[in-house]
């Protein structure tokens, strides 16, 4: 049985959308060392982020902390097992905004007279996300703060920034993030206590996920 979603498209009337004003540091793991590459997507394609703009825009993804941004790339499907060489190949950015900006905010209550409900972060129907995003950053927004299905917690959130697509500029405030190699005894720590093994295999080598 197909249970119909209740997550519908943006009202024509976003005056007066919730905001958020981005603070504090956010952290993001990728397989690149540029620190700033928005990703960009079709809306009806099957690749790409949640919240992907169509080119020439596109969207760079962020967490508020270390456990978010680990989760977005280990699991997002609960895999129980997850190589070293994949750890090996990531790196690790920090950013601090100094001049903070406010974005669209998705987890505030107030998001729901507009529509929004909890599948705008779950659904795996990108089109409709997609469609909000497209929506937002239309009317102004540079970005919209939201939750991350991989965290269970609810306790991090995730950032996704508009800019212009691919190796992007840094976006208006955002100046002067870090990036280095991916501590990987520290993911190896945290990956456990959520009872995921590392192991030293190649990642062509098939391993049993459930």
């Known amino acids: 049985m197909t249970i119909p979603s209740a997550l519908g498209i943006p009202p024509e009337d976003l005056d007066d959308f919730p905001s958020y004003i981005v603070s504090g540091e956010w952290h993001r793991l990728s397989g690149r060392p540029g620190r700033w590459h928005f990703s960009t997507s079709t809306p009806t394609s099957k690749k790409g982020g949640r919240f992907d703009l169509r080119a020439p825009l596109g969207t760079c993804y962020w ?115 870090r990036t280095r190699k991916l501590d990987v005894a520290a993911a190896e720590r945290r990956l456990a206590k959520w009872g995921v093994e590392v192991l030293p295999i190649p990642d062509g080598v098939p391993i049993r996920r459930v």
């Open 63 to 177: 967490a508020s902390n270390f456990d978010g941004a680990l989760g977005e790339v280990t699991q997002r499907v609960p895999h129980t097992v997850v190589t070293r060489q994949r750890l090996l190949g990531l790196y690790h950015h920090r950013v601090k905004p100094h001049n903070p900006r406010s974005v669209a905010d998705l987890v505030s209550a107030h998001a729901r007279r507009f529509g929004v409900n909890g599948e705008i972060h779950t659904t795996l129907d990108y089109v409709v996300t997609r469609v909000w995003a497209s929506a937002l950053q239309d009317r102004g927004w540079p970005g919209l703060r939201y939750g991350l299905r991989s965290d269970p917690s609810r306790r991090a959130h995730g950032l996704a920034l508009f800019g212009r697509s691919g190796l992007g500029v840094t976006p208006r405030g955002f100046g002067g993030a």
